[in-house]
C-alpha cells in the first residue's frame, strides 16, 4: 500500500495505491497554503479509501524540481510518516511524474519563471536526460533538437510553436496516481530536494535555508 504526496506546484495532491489499483486520490490546485492543508486532505484521503495509516506500506513524495517552500512542505511531511511508521520514504522527480505512463518521446517543461525553465526528456517512459534549468533561449535549442512528440508542463506551451506536430498538455501538476505508481515500483533511497536554482528565500544575514 503506497501513499504518494505532491506538494512541488500549484496544488496540494495524494493518493494511496493498492497494487493497481487507485483507493482514493485528490487534487486540490493552490498557490500557497500546502502546509496548513496537506495534514488534513490526507487525514480525509485515507478515510475515503478506507484504510487505517498503519496498513501503509512505504510513502511517495515529489522533491522537485518546483516551488522551494512546497517541496520542503511535502517532504517534511512524508518522512514524519515514515518515521512514524518505521516504512520507507521514496523520492519521485516531478519532471518524471508529469511523463509517467506517456510511450512517447516526452519532454517536460515547467515555468522556472524568470526566464528560465525546468525540463527533462523522456522515451518510451525512460529518462533520457538528466533533469536541468535552462534559460528558455537556450532551452528551445534543446526542444529543437530532441523533437518531442509530447509537450508536458506549465512550460509546454513556451514551444508549441517550435513543434507544430506535437502534442501539447499544459498540466499544472502532476497526477498522484502517477507518483504513487512511480514510488511503488522502485528501491527507496533517502529522500532529498532537487534544487536546480539556488532558492530565492533568504534567512537573516543573507544566508540560503538548509537542505
Do not use: N, W
Not at 486540490?28 to 484504510?51: F, I, T
Request: proline share 9%; hydrophobic share 50%; with cysteine.
Amino acid at each position: 500500500m503506497v501513499l504518494a504526496l505532491d506538494t512541488c506546484l500549484g496544488a496540494c495532491s495524494a493518493a494511496v495505491l493498492d497494487g493497481d489499483r487507485v483507493l482514493a486520490a485528490k487534487v486540490e490546485p493552490m498557490a500557497r497554503g500546502h502546509q496548513e492543508r496537506l495534514a488534513p486532505l490526507v487525514a480525509e484521503l485515507m478515510a475515503e479509501a478506507g484504510m487505517a495509516f498503519d496498513r501503509l506500506d512505504r510513502v511517495g513524495v515529489t522533491v522537485g524540481p518546483g516551488s522551494f517552500t512546497g517541496l520542503r512542505v511535502g517532504l517534511a511531511f512524508a518522512k514524519g510518516i515514515g518515521q512514524a511508521l518505521a516504512i520507507p520514504v521514496v523520492a519521485v522527480g516531478t519532471l518524471e511524474a508529469l511523463a509517467a505512463g506517456i510511450p512517447d518521446r516526452v519532454l517536460a517543461v515547467l515555468d522556472a519563471k524568470r526566464g528560465q525553465v525546468y525540463l527533462q526528456a523522456f522515451a518510451d517512459g525512460a529518462a533520457v536526460s538528466a533533469p536541468d534549468v535552462l534559460p528558455v533561449e537556450t532551452a528551445a535549442a534543446r526542444v529543437a533538437e530532441f523533437a518531442p512528440e509530447v509537450l508536458i508542463g506549465s512550460g509546454a506551451g513556451l514551444f508549441s510553436d517550435m513543434t507544430p506536430s506535437a502534442r501539447v498538455i499544459a498540466a499544472e501538476q502532476a497526477d498522484p496516481a502517477a507518483v504513487a505508481r512511480l514510488a511503488a515500483a522502485r528501491a527507496p533511497v533517502p529522500p532529498r530536494p532537487l534544487y536546480l536554482r539556488a532558492p530565492d528565500a533568504r534567512l537573516p544575514g543573507g544566508k540560503l535555508p538548509p537542505p
